[in-house]
């Protein structure tokens, strides 16, 4: 292994991450089957317990950098500072309690090589996501949102391969004022200079659901952050000529995220009111205003959604409010 010229930066940021779990991530990653990898350990400021636990890999693993900040700065000055100090010409991003398959970097290196390919996407364990496969123009890739607007292919980072020159070259960054949907964020904006995407349905990344993670918790600027994303990705897939098809999922993927918004505090705040002025934000905001448009021709809105739609706009927040009551009691119904 060339440890000064690696072909692959492996980029794995932690924060009070169990030892056992951050272990399980870096062994999965020394068991790799490909010869040239560097890992970028980057503690977030973590107790300072942490160094002598990771000393045996340190010592004994060349390809093993560790960096540290002396507080916790985020996930995103995190990845931020791996990309800086990355020496491979591709970059894999891995969450410290997550772990891989032995062939990982192998199948995402040998996707990237294939000519004009700027991002290849593997499958995801624990997720009802299926990656398919198939090698795509980026226009084509955006052109099919029925396909390809998925988490597993536009919200997630840690399935993916993405090219260093491509970053540096257009100065692409994790934004480091928002706590949630930095990573689609990123994403978002490396697509817009893709030429080809490669996708591979073999499921080589494991994730590990933890009840602790930031979307987990509460943030009352989640509509901030999520609308911001949702902006970007919509004009993403918008910035291409759809089909009539392609046009009516774009609006029903619309609609499912701005729904997911209402959820998000409804589920976290069921009985309490004082976020009903994020609900009316959300209602008066450019994308309710897009999504209100033809909803009666198109195939993919039941009757229910359409109403729901509606309902929203003519009460507010208190229809938000009303009609997650009624959905809430009846899966509790249907689960009876």
């Keep these: 292994m060339n440890i000064a010229f690696p072909e692959v930066s492996v980029i794995i940021p932690f924060y009070k991450t169990p030892f056992s779990k951050l272990e399980k991530c870096l062994e999965s990653f020394l068991q790799q089957d490909f010869p040239s990898f560097e890992l970028l350990l980057i503690d977030d400021g973590n107790p300072v317990e942490y160094r002598p636990m990771l000393g045996k890999y340190l010592e004994s693993n060349a390809n093993i950098s560790y960096f540290q900040f002396s507080s916790n700065k985020g996930v995103s000055e995190a990845r931020n500072l791996g990309i800086n100090k990355a020496k491979g010409k591709y970059i894999v991003f891995c969450d410290s309690d997550d772990y891989v398959e032995q062939n990982h970097l192998t199948q995402l290196f040998q996707a990237i090589s294939l000519p004009s390919v700027d991002l290849a996407i593997c499958g995801i364990h624990e997720r009802d996501y299926p990656v398919v496969d198939s090698l795509v123009k980026k226009n084509k890739f955006i052109a099919f949102p029925s396909k390809y607007s998925g988490i597993q292919y536009i919200n997630f980072i840690h399935n993916k391969i993405f090219r260093k020159e491509l970053i540096i070259n257009n100065q692409l960054r994790f934004e480091t004022s928002i706590k949630l949907g930095e990573d689609a964020l990123f994403l978002a904006r490396y697509l817009e200079f893709c030429q080809k995407i490669k996708s591979i349905s073999n499921q080589s990344y494991h994730y590990v659901l933890d009840e602790n993670s930031a979307m987990s918790s509460y943030y009352e600027k989640y509509w901030d952050w999520e609308s911001l994303v949702i902006k970007k990705q919509f004009d993403l897939f918008s910035s291409v000529e759809l089909s009539e098809n392609e046009n009516n999922y774009l609006k029903y993927w619309l609609y499912r995220k701005i729904r997911r918004a209402f959820s998000y505090y409804f ?26 448009k033809g909803l009666f021709n198109n195939s993919y809105f039941s009757f229910l959604d359409i109403g729901l739609v509606y309902f929203w706009k003519i009460f507010k927040a208190e229809g938000v409010y009303l009609t997650s009551k009624f959905l809430k009691l009846k899966q509790l119904i249907k689960k009876s």
């Design 267 to 292: 589920n976290r705040r069921p009985d309490d009111k004082s976020y009903f002025y994020i609900f009316n934000q959300i209602i008066s905001s450019e994308l309710f205003s897009t999504l209100e």
